[in-house]
């Protein structure tokens, strides 16, 4: 199995910062794109961002030029820089991976969560 381990969220005010971390481990042979989704209560979850394993990016329109999503492949962590958050950011956060346990494994893994709220 890959398990995802999340880390960095919090309470922070607007116009604040927050950096998210997401560790892939297990038995694992390749980790493919990595991302992070995110849902507020009475909301479905959406894509906030996510990376390939080459660095490719995309972001949803609401975080461009706010959020900066990379990634270390040697260590199998992705990372969410959130910067200006606001209010409206408020939600749980989930890490998200295409990983595979041998060749041709390809399976889509999801992390526990982790709370960010944007108040004051």
């Known amino acids: 199995q890959v398990q995802l381990v999340e880390s960095g969220g919090g309470l922070v005010q607007p116009g604040g910062s927050l950096r998210l971390s997401c560790a892939a481990s297990?038995?694992?042979?390749?980790?493919?794109?990595m991302g992070w989704y995110r849902q507020a209560p009475g909301k479905q979850r959406e894509l906030v961002a996510r990376?390939?394993?080459?660095?490719?990016?995309n972001y949803a329109d609401s975080v461009k030029g706010l959020f900066t999503i990379s990634r270390d492949n040697a260590k199998n962590t992705v990372y969410l820089q959130m910067n200006s958050l606001k209010p409206e950011d408020t939600a749980v956060y989930y890490c998200n991976a295409y990983g595979s346990r041998y060749p041709g494994d390809v399976r889509e893994y999801w992390g526990q969560g982790t709370q960010v709220t944007v108040s004051s």
């Open positions: 990376i390939t394993s080459d660095g490719r990016t």
């Open positions: 297990g038995s694992i042979f390749k980790i493919n794109t």
